[in-house]
């Protein structure tokens, strides 16, 4: 029998996943990322890190923008540490899971430039997935057709165009918190009580 593993995105993808674990009576785990964001404008991404060394960049921000390379690599040793930093606040000394050959979901709030998504999905090519299912509410058009060209499948509820951000299509996108992601996986069976 094949696994399926729905991965949530921390912060804002693990409410999203918790609920879709929940309907398929599966257990939730974790696909740590981390946006790397414009320097002044931290909320568009130059692209992404995940867990395994994985770096994804988006040439045509950091051109456009002129962002030289000893930015990028700050930025990426500070979010490095972001990501060690919720390993050990979200995982509590457990293991990451185990993928290899298994369909894995990741799942996200909301999907704007695609640069954390399409890390996610290559650290989890990296652990030999046999199926990538990409399940977000919403996403922009643009990065839909990149992780189209990334994933086995994206699945997502609406395409708006125009697209400004995430946050526009939820009535309250107020932060998700580490005690609010904690207490999630725990009821959702990844931490122990």
Known sequence: MIAIKPLALPRGGVPVAYEIARALHLPLDLMLVRKLGVPGHEELAMGAIANGNVQVLNQDIIRGMSIPEAVIEEIAAKEHQELQRRNTAYRHGNP???L???IVILVDD???TGATMHAAVRAVTKQHAG???VALPVISGSAYELLQNEADEVICLDIPEPFLGVGDF?????????EEVNELLKQAGIQKA
């Open 110 to 112: 909301g999907c704007a």
């Open 96 to 98: 990451p899971p185990v």
């Open 131 to 133: 199926r990538i299912v």
């Open 170 to 178: 939820y009535r309250d996108f107020s932060q998700t918190s580490d």
């Open 100 to 102: 290899d050959a298994h």
